[in-house]
Every structure is written in structure tokens, then in C-alpha cells.
């Protein structure tokens, strides 16, 4: 089970607030969309929970523990996935190990250990190759395992980097963007793989994105920022119908088939 509250987060920079109390409340197994214009504070927001930024006033809270304020590798540790607006895939390695990155908190030797080769080191290694191949298998590119990483397309890329959060089994998975660079019919995909996550995971999903046939078509729930402020929360209909969502997106109608 798991359970993601943020209460009244706050972030200034300069004078300027990219967080203006922002409270959430997501359930288990639950796929939070998280919209607005440009500059509104999603990744922001995103960022805020994974603790990479400073200076953040209000707390984040896991299953009713709060994890803000620890470092980032340690919110990790709890259960917190991440991708990223930009591909993070490393060239000169295969697609497999960038997968087996994800678990780099989970391997546990070292520099010398990894010269010597020994035992230990060889069977936790076979063990991440494992794991990494069974996230590639569950998002359908095992046929990618050996190419490299870097000659992938972006698309390509951005699913490998789900499979790459995804190995570490966390609780809630965060996803920025999901869907920039891919075509039509792989949003269809990712529609489908974003529900077999949570359905046959259990994982807590809030996701960035701008394509909002795929937010509209996925989200249990969608939450609508604007100058750091929460502004809307609701199903797809109601936040398409909301008069201060309309207004935010420069006075036009959402339209859902985009």
C-alpha cells in the first residue's frame, strides 16, 4: 500500500513563488495527472518530492511518514521512482545496464570488490541483470536488451527510462512527460503499460504530461497548477469544464482529443 500527501508546499526563488501551497492526497494504485501552462510548477513539484531542491517549506508524507527533508538517494530508498523531462540514458552502455542503474542503491560492492570479481560481486550482478531484464520484459523490449543505450530513438529512450524506475520496485513512480516523442499509437501503448503498472504492480503513479488525450484517457484523478498554485482537482470532466482551468490555458477549452 501506498499513500503520497504533500502539505502546503512551499518554494520561493528570488522572490518568486514556484510553490504556493500545494496540498495532494493520492491513494494506492492510483494515477494522479498533474497539468498546467508552461511554468505552472509541475516539475517543480515533482522535484520537491524526490528532494532535489532546497529551501522547501511544508512536508511531503509516505504512507503517513514524511521523507521531506531527507537526501534524494534516501527518498529513493523508500520507495520513490523517478523519469525526467529529458532522456537520462547513458551512451557507451546497453540498454540493460542502464536499466540495472535503477538498483544502484541495492548493489552493494565497491570498487575493490568489483576488481577482484569476486563471488559475491558476480552473483549480485547476475541478480540486477535478472531484475533489469524482467522490467524490459514487462514493458515489451527485451529485443533492445544489448543495443545501445544512447542510438535508441527518444521515444525509445523514454520507455527504457520507465523500465529503468521501475526495476527498483518502488511504491510510487513519478513520471514527467511520459509521452514526449512518441507517435500516436505508442501513447496508446504507454496508455496501456501506465495501467498494467498500476494494476499488476500496485504502484502509485502521478504523471507530468502535455498530451492530454493520454491524461484525460488514464488519470483516476487530475490536478491543475498554475503560478504554484493548485487552482483545479477532479476527474477529466470536471477539470475540462472548470472555468479557471480554461482560463489558465489562455481562455481556450481543453480539448481532450490532443
Not at 518530492?49 to 511544508?58: D, M
Not at 543505450?149 to 513519478?174: D, N, T, Y
Not at 507530468?208 to 503560478?227: A, F, K, Q
Amino acid at each position: 500500500m501506498s499513500h503520497l500527501q504533500t502539505r502546503q508546499l512551499t518554494l520561493s526563488f528570488g522572490g518568486i513563488k514556484a510553490l504556493d501551497g500545494v496540498d495532494l492526497d493520492i491513494g494506492h494504485a492510483e494515477i494522479r495527472g498533474i497539468i498546467g501552462p508552461n511554468g505552472a510548477g509541475k516539475t517543480t513539484l515533482l522535484n520537491a518530492i524526490c528532494g532535489h531542491v532546497s529551501g522547501l517549506q511544508g512536508e511531503v508524507l509516505l504512507d503517513g511518514e514524511r521523507i521531506s527533508g531527507l537526501k534524494p538517494n534516501l527518498i529513493a530508498a523508500r520507495g520513490i521512482g523517478r523519469t525526467f523531462q529529458t532522456s537520462m540514458l547513458f551512451k557507451g552502455m546497453t540498454v540493460v545496464e542502464n536499466v540495472m542503474t535503477g538498483l544502484h542503491q541495492a548493489i552493494h560492492g565497491n570498487v575493490f570488490t568489483a576488481a577482484l570479481r569476486l563471488p559475491s560481486v558476480r552473483a549480485e550482478e547476475q541478480a540486477a541483470k535478472e531484475r533489469a531484464m524482467d522490467a524490459l520484459r514487462f514493458i515489451g523490449m527485451t529485443s533492445f536488451a544489448e543495443r545501445d543505450g544512447g542510438a535508441l530513438s527518444f521515444g525509445q529512450q523514454r520507455l527504457i527510462e520507465i523500465a529503468r524506475a521501475l526495476v527498483s520496485e518502488p511504491k510510487v513512480l513519478l513520471l514527467d512527460e511520459p509521452a514526449v516523442g512518441l507517435s500516436p499509437p505508442r501513447v496508446q501503448e504507454l496508455d496501456a503499460l501506465l495501467r498494467r503498472i498500476r494494476d499488476e504492480r500496485g504502484v502509485t503513479i502521478i504523471m507530468i504530461e502535455h498530451v492530454i488525450r493520454l491524461v484525460m484517457g488514464v488519470c483516476d484523478r487530475i490536478t491543475v497548477l498554475n503560478s504554484g498554485c493548485k487552482i483545479a482537482e477532479g476527474s477529466g470532466d470536471e477539470i475540462i469544464s472548470n472555468p479557471e482551468v480554461q482560463t489558465a490555458y489562455l481562455g481556450k477549452a481543453i480539448d481532450a482529443g490532443h
